[in-house]
């Protein structure tokens, strides 16, 4: 915590004639007390959990804010016990608090939800917050706090829009404000103190946006390597098509944290979510994701409306899951294979090379299984919890097995169809030796087989590429198929 004092003799001079502290700490919620804003939280709950209601919040816009505020809050329910609140700020109210000091929580949030905050923490006297007509925010918090407490009060905030409030109050406390409005509120005749508790927002935003998931955008390539069309406008085509899925994918994966929240901060791993943990604001992803998206939609132009429309079905295909799917038992699964299968599709049609049934088909089964794994994955994370489902999921934890065997069962199946691959006549056009390519199938049934037994131990990540791209044994798999698709075709 860093403390600082008015500057210039007149503010100092001033301040030491309120230097006796105030007997009221009046605390605001969003970005203070809570590292999150409950606008937003109420808002993505509420397209969470239904996401038709965004009718009934835009037919709440022209009412106001506090009516929308009311409105988010009857749609969205939310958790206040799995907010991220701000320890330091809590442990500040609780040292005014056991110094014989009044604690009062005030906030622009709606009445209703800033009463369940303050029941949870059982730290404040008394909680006010807007009541369905009156947005309690900026000038308005001001003169409800001078009115409400003509002796004087210390003030805990965090934006521009608590700076008429230090104004009026006898202490200011900022909490994690940018260096101008620091500066301002050290120009003040009140003591001030400056609260530092969150670093640069820009790792968690980095994190977010996961640049690790790209690695599945380069199935776009794939089309190009197996038909070893190796020419330079094919992989420039290819390249675009890469960074046009990273942005759109990358969009649906902050969609898809939004509105996952709830279920995020259920579980042990993805609770440190930038979302879900505070890390980043609510704001910044609700711009952000439809901001990617055009980027992504802007750069596909030049690929041609075939492409546009593999895309557009790509984003359709995902925010449905987001949205619905998800939440759907077996459903989900053969979302995701379709997912991985029209990035292969994408690039063929990026690039003008047909797409092989056997590719297809391949695809369809090996995703599967991998989607199915990630399932079992999480389903052992829940039970080790001692759930009964898994947060968000349509599965229950006794439905491990049969996940399992799923994974098991598709992912043999996808060995099968490369092997009658190899052993079709179009193998023999592309590749002088057939024979290195059998090994292939020996190592995938070995990776396949292991990767489920590492989900079944509780030692894989959620996602299964991500977990073989760390993975030294994975990374071994990948590098003797490659030396194997190699001979095949020197040899």
Not at 430 to 444: D, Q, R
Request: aromatic share 8%.
């Amino acid at each position: 915590m860093n403390t600082a004092m008015p500057r210039g003799s007149a503010a100092a001079a001033r301040a030491a004639e309120a230097s006796t502290s105030p007997d009221v700490l009046a605390v605001d919620l969003d970005g203070t007390l809570i590292r999150t804003d409950l606008l937003f939280e109420t808002f993505w709950a509420a397209l969470s959990q239904r996401w038709t209601s965004i009718v009934e919040i835009f037919g709440a816009l022209p009412e106001g804010r506090a009516h929308l505020k009311r409105t988010l809050g009857g749609l969205g329910a939310v958790d206040v016990a799995a907010l991220p609140y701000n320890d330091d700020v809590v442990a500040y109210a609780r040292r005014w608090r056991e110094a014989g000091g009044r604690v009062v929580l005030v906030s622009a949030a709606d009445q209703r939800i800033v009463d369940r905050v303050a029941a949870h923490l059982g730290l404040f006297d008394a909680a006010h917050g807007s009541d369905g007509q009156t947005n309690l925010k900026g000038a308005r918090k001001a003169a409800f706090l001078s009115e409400r407490f003509p002796e004087g009060f210390a003030y805990v905030g965090d934006r521009d829009a608590d700076y008429p409030i230090w104004q009026r109050a006898t202490r200011a406390v900022t909490v994690d404000v940018p260096p101008s409005l620091r500066a301002r509120v050290d120009t003040l005749p009140v003591a001030a103190e400056h609260l530092t508790t969150r670093g640069s927002p820009l790792r968690p935003l980095l994190r977010a946006i996961r640049p690790q998931q790209w690695l599945k955008n380069l199935l776009v390539f794939l089309p190009l390597l197996v038909a070893h069309r190796f020419t330079l406008p094919a992989i420039g085509e290819a390249a675009l098509a890469f960074v046009v899925f990273s942005l759109v994918a990358s969009s649906v994966y902050l969609l898809n944290d939004l509105l996952d929240l709830e279920a995020d901060r259920a579980h042990p791993r993805k609770r440190e979510r930038p979302f879900a943990s505070g890390a980043l604001p609510l704001s910044w992803g609700t711009a952000l994701a439809p901001g990617l998206l055009l980027a992504g939609g802007l750069l596909a132009l030049p690929l041609g409306p075939e492409f546009l429309g593999v895309m557009a079905v790509y984003y359709l295909v995902t925010t449905a899951y987001s949205f619905v799917l998800k939440r759907r038992l077996v459903v989900d699964i053969c979302a995701l294979a379709a997912l991985y299968t029209l990035r292969i599709i994408a690039g063929g049609v990026a690039t003008g090379i047909p797409l092989s049934v056997w590719l297809l088909a391949f695809s369809m089964f090996f995703f599967f299984s991998l989607a199915a794994t990630k399932r079992q994955a999480e389903l052992v994370s829940s039970a080790e919890e001692g759930a009964e489902k898994a947060p968000g999921r349509g599965y229950m934890t006794d439905d491990l097995p049969l996940v399992s065997n799923m994974a098991v069962a598709s992912g043999y199946v996808s060995v099968l169809v490369m092997a009658l691959y190899i052993n079709s006549p179009a193998v023999t056009v592309l590749y002088s030796a057939t024979e290195p390519l059998w090994g292939i199938c020996l190592i995938l049934l070995y990776w396949l087989s292991r990767m489920v037994m590492l989900a079944h131990r509780g030692q894989m990540h959620d996602d299964p590429v991500v977990f073989a791209v760390k993975d030294p044994v994975s990374l071994l798999c990948g590098a003797l198929v490659f030396a194997l698709v190699l001979s095949g075709m020197l040899l």
